[in-house]
């Protein structure tokens, strides 16, 4: 039971336009969630994080959209830049250690 | 360094041999993670320390699979009579506490291993 989806598994996007990544959970006792961002040979890298008794947060590009009721999640970066290519993954837990992770959607930002 | 390290960074292994994975958290981190990941596949949580204590191995393979910690510091990884199928890459990752909040949890690079 894959708790965490991501179905667009890459994304393609011009420079300075709107990327969009898209997660969708089953698991309604998710009470945080989280963006990570990873670069080949890297470890991923903490990007943004969402409590769920909000609907929305922003710092700089990068916004995360919770809606609850549609268990769905989405990372808008604005605009984007060649240097935001990379891995992305999102992340639910309920309030404990266990970050379950969606399979990941691989961003290329054109040039 | 100030983050999280794995070592070795690369590892290939014959079948059926045993290897032993390494990493060192970020100090003064009590929580620790070890996760897995498959070619395109996300991220498999494995096994939680607290501390020096693992309250969670439901992660973990096969009794293949097994991993220590010691000192509230370093935690080995073993994979005995390696497979095919662990072929991975391997990510350990450490955070202030196990848990409330948003428990960030910080990755070190992963090894990359493989069976052949």
């Known amino acids: 039971d894959q708790q965490v989806k991501q179905n667009s598994p890459s994304l393609s996007v011009q420079e300075g336009r709107i990327s969009i990544l898209n997660c969708d959970y089953t698991?309604?006792?998710?009470?945080?969630f989280l963006w990570y961002k990873k670069y080949p040979a890297e470890g991923p890298t903490f990007l943004i994080s969402?409590?769920?008794?909000?609907d929305k947060n922003e710092d700089g590009r990068f916004t995360v959209f919770l809606n609850k009721s549609a268990k769905h999640l989405s990372l808008h970066i604005v605009p984007s830049q060649p240097g935001d290519s990379a891995v992305y993954f999102c992340?639910?837990?309920?309030?404990?250690?266990?970050?379950?992770f969606g399979t990941g959607t691989r961003l290329k930002v054109l040039a | 360094g100030a983050g999280v390290s794995q070592s070795p960074s690369n590892k290939v292994t014959e079948k059926g041999k045993d290897v032993e994975l390494r990493c060192d958290p970020i100090?003064?981190?009590?929580?620790l993670y070890w996760y897995r990941q498959r070619l395109g596949q996300g991220l498999e949580f494995l096994i939680y320390?607290?501390?020096?204590?693992?309250?969670?191995k439901s992660g973990l393979p096969s009794d293949r699979f097994s991993a220590e910690r010691t000192g509230e510091s370093v935690s080995t990884l073993t994979i005995q009579r390696t497979q095919q199928e662990d072929s991975a890459v391997y990510l350990c990752?450490?955070?202030?506490?196990?848990?409330?909040?948003?428990?960030?949890?910080?990755f070190g690079p992963g090894t990359r291993l493989t069976v052949l």
């Open positions: 320390f607290q501390g020096n204590s693992a309250p969670d």
């Open positions: 992340a639910g837990h309920s309030g404990t250690y266990k970050y379950i």
């Open positions: 969402i409590s769920s008794i909000k």
């Open positions: 100090s003064g981190h009590t929580a």
């Open positions: 990752a450490s955070s202030l506490a196990g848990t409330s909040g948003r428990n960030e949890q910080f």
């Open positions: 698991n309604s006792m998710f009470d945080y």
